[in-house]
Structure formats: structure tokens, C-alpha cells
């Protein structure tokens, strides 16, 4: 944890951010359960699913144009009050209900919830820079990183047992309040609740800015369409097949759930490997780490037992952590704090909106190729685009900040309109 006076709105913020990816982790099989116990059917269940995840994919650029417009802070405010209030109303609604409310209100609360998201999200990289002094971002990220990989990895576990014990109502109010922990944490904050950046552009004008910022830098378009291709053509169908696969071997279900738990194991080695570490080609590190990504596709097409495919899955979790830090960091370095925002939401849309369609294609491509070529094509694929990445000299150009001068190792912006140290430097040379 970043230590010292000049840590302290890191580590208040942290907390709070902790705590609510833990609660939300604990809510996704809650409201799966409550859906299924208040006689919803499988159909019913994917409606709440899509509800949750379509806002976010549509309200992310608005999300990002808000952060920098308004201010970071005050955006990551409202975004959790709305999710508290959400998750509140859906406990109370299964409480008086008795746990039969009708599907439409589900499906409404995960769609507000889900708008929550997609206004918080473009911001939080933003903020970090904020909290955070800048030769300690790699750390944060680390950090944060770690956060939501433990997060994943306990949350189910816990709410598992509470979901036994007291009811899905129960663990979705948790959740509830653990975005009003994350509420309490943004507002002890020590920074600007506002943005000194301009309201009287126009969102047109705020988005086209956004998106010129983001092509003038040829690492973060390669990268980005990298992953948007590994989550089309590698994760879609890794985690489609792999419960398909597993169910019809020995241990089903079970073993499946032990593979993704090496995963999130895995994440969280990485998100602590990750800590202390300034590559001198950050990029370059960060891609390295994705060749890690094809192992267990590559395990699971050749029917590789349980034990190795959940080794696969663990080197998987390590570099994702690892790519997903030393990548966030270099963002941070190197794009201007006034866009952050709005460029972090191009990334963030660019490279996650394929999943959902690497899932859907995944079924089809299966009947019509079968699962072995399916998965060889994923590692094949996962391996020759790190490689590709790792031949481009804009990514290979990129390197780690030296500590600023003149103010001390602590030094951070007081708020987002200051270029991060490092952005100006590359405009000198040309951008790239």
C-alpha cells in the first residue's frame, strides 16, 4: 500500500473501492438465485444479464466526457450513489415481495445499476492519477488490480455461504452498502469535487477531442484492437467451451470452477509481482505477458486433464494482472490528465465491446469446426498477436518516466487539467 501523507487519498479511496468490488462480486450469484427463486427461467435470467451489461457499453463515451467535463470525483459520486440506490431498492424489492417480484423490475434496477457503471468506469483511471503520486501510479494500479482480482476470487466463495444461510436479499443488500462505503471513501478525498475544464463545449466537440487524442497515439490503437480481437476470438470462446467441455468429464461443474478459481489465484500473483516493478519498456512487459493468454485455450484443445488446465489458467491470471497494470500505467504516463477520461472510454469500448459477440459466435463456429479447432485457433491467434504488438516500434518506443525533479519524488497534479509527466515529452518528439 502506497505509504506516507502523500498516500493517504490513495489509500482511503482504495478502501472504499475494495469493499464495493467485493460486494458486487458477492451480488452477481445472488441475483442469479433471486431471479431463479422468484420463477424466472433461463431466459429470464439472460434479459437481467444483457440489462446490466448493454448501459454500460452505451453510457461509457458519456461516461468519459462527463469525468473530464465535471470532474472525476463528483461523476465516481453519483455513479455509486445511483448503484447503492439500485441495489437497496432490488433488496427491498425481494424482502417485500418475498422474493417474487416481477422480471421487469429486475431487469430495470440491473439497467440503472449497469448505467452506474458506465459513467464510473472511464473515470477511475482518471482519479488515480489525482490520488496518486506519480512515480507510485505503476503501484496503484497494481493496487487496484489486486483488488478486484481478490474480489472475484472471494466474493462467490462468500456469497455462496451467506446466500445458504440468510437469502440472495440479504447478500444483495451487502452489496448496497458496500457502494455506500465506496461513497464515504470518494468524499474524504482530499482533491477537487469539480472539473476546471470548460461546460460550455459541446458533447459533439468533447467526444471528437476524445477520440483525436486517442488515434494520435499508435501504441494505444494497436493495443487496443489486440484485445479487442483476444476477447472476440480467445476469451469468448474459452469461456463459453470450457463449461461445455468440463461438464461432460469427471468433476463437471467443479472442476470448472476450480480452473477459473486458479485464474482469479493467478490474477492475484500477478497484481502482487506487479508491485515495485518499473519496466524500462513497459509495453513491451505488458504484451509479454499476454502470450500467457492462449495456454489454456491451447490445453483445453488438446483434452489436456483438470490439474493442467488450471495451471494454464493460473499463468493466464498472472499475466493479465501484470499486462493489465504495466498498460493502465502507461496510459496514465503518457496521455494528458484533461482527456483521460474520454480516452480511457475509446480503450475500455474498443477492447471489451467484442466480447459478448465472441461469445455468441462461439456456438456456431463450434458446430461448425468443433471445439479442438475452435481452441487451437484462440492460442494460435493469442500468441501471433503479442507477436505482432512486440514487432510495432510505437509500442516498443514507449518507456517508464524517470521520477520528477524540482518538487519531489511525491509530486502529484492538484487536479486533472496538467499533462501527466512523460505526455509532453513524447508530443516533442512526435506522437506515437
Do not use: K
Not at 455461504?161 to 482530499?190: H, N
Not at 487496443?224 to 474459452?238: D, E, K, M, R, Y
Not at 512486440?390 to 521520477?403: E, H, N, S
Amino acid at each position: 500500500m502506497l505509504r506516507g501523507p502523500e498516500g493517504r487519498d490513495f489509500r482511503t479511496f482504495w478502501a472504499g473501492y475494495a469493499t464495493s468490488l467485493l460486494g458486487t462480486a458477492m451480488s452477481t450469484p445472488a441475483v442469479a438465485f433471486a431471479v431463479l427463486d422468484g420463477g424466472g427461467d433461463a431466459a429470464g435470467l439472460g434479459w437481467v444479464m444483457a440489462a446490466g451489461i448493454a448501459p454500460q457499453v452505451v453510457f461509457l463515451l458519456l461516461g468519459g466526457v462527463a469525468a473530464d467535463r465535471f470532474g472525476r470525483r463528483r461523476v465516481m459520486l453519483g455513479a455509486d450513489a445511483v448503484r447503492c440506490a439500485a441495489q437497496a431498492a432490488f433488496a427491498a424489492a425481494l424482502l417485500l415481495d418475498h422474493g417474487r417480484p416481477q422480471i421487469w423490475l429486475f431487469v430495470l434496477l440491473a439497467a440503472v445499476r449497469g448505467t452506474g457503471e458506465g459513467f464510473f468506469r472511464p473515470a477511475l483511471s482518471a482519479l488515480t492519477v489525482e490520488i496518486t503520486p506519480v512515480d507510485r501510479l505503476g503501484d496503484a494500479n497494481a493496487l487496484l488490480g489486486l483488488a478486484r482480482s481478490a474480489a472475484a476470487v472471494a466474493g462467490p466463495a462468500l456469497a455462496g455461504l451467506l446466500i445458504t444461510v440468510a437469502g440472495p436479499a440479504v447478500v444483495i443488500a451487502v452489496d448496497a452498502a458496500s457502494y455506500g462505503a465506496s461513497v464515504l471513501a470518494l468524499g474524504r478525498l482530499d482533491v477537487p469535487i469539480s472539473s476546471p475544464a470548460s461546460a460550455s463545449r459541446s458533447l459533439r466537440r468533447d467526444l471528437a477531442d476524445g477520440w483525436a487524442e486517442f488515434r494520435a497515439h499508435s501504441w494505444l490503437v494497436v493495443t487496443t484492437v489486440q484485445f479487442t480481437f483476444v476477447n472476440l476470438v480467445v476469451w469468448g470462446p474459452f469461456l463459453l467451451l470450457g463449461p461445455v467441455l468440463f461438464d461432460r468429464r469427471p468433476g463437471g461443474a467443479g472442476a470448472w470452477g476450480l480452473t477459473m478459481a486458479a485464474y482469479g489465484a493467478g490474477a492475484v500473483a500477478g497484481g502482487l509481482l506487479a508491485l515495485g516493478r518499473r519496466p524500462g519498456r513497459p509495453l513491451v512487459g505488458a504484451t509479454v505477458a499476454t502470450l500467457g493468454y492462449g495456454v489454456p485455450c491451447a490445453l483445453l484443445a488438446v483434452h489436456a486433464g483438470v490439474a493442467l488446465v488450471a495451471s494454464g489458467a493460473l499463468v493466464a491470471g498472472v499475466g493479465s494482472a501484470l499486462a493489465a497494470a504495466f498498460s493502465g500505467t502507461v496510459l496514465q504516463q503518457q496521455v494528458p490528465a484533461g482527456a483521460l477520461a474520454r480516452v480511457s472510454s475509446f480503450q475500455t469500448l474498443g477492447s471489451y465491446s467484442a466480447g459478448p459477440l465472441g461469445l455468441a459466435a462461439a456456438g456456431p463456429a463450434t458446430a461448425l469446426f468443433g471445439a479442438g479447432t475452435v481452441l487451437g485457433f484462440a492460442a494460435v491467434w493469442a500468441t501471433l498477436s503479442a507477436l505482432a504488438v512486440l514487432a510495432a516500434p510505437a509500442v516498443r518506443r514507449i518507456t517508464w518516466p524517470p521520477p520528477p525533479t524540482g518538487t519531489g519524488a511525491d509530486a502529484h497534479p492538484s487536479d486533472g487539467s496538467a499533462a501527466v509527466p512523460g505526455a509532453v515529452t513524447r508530443r516533442r518528439r512526435g506522437r506515437g
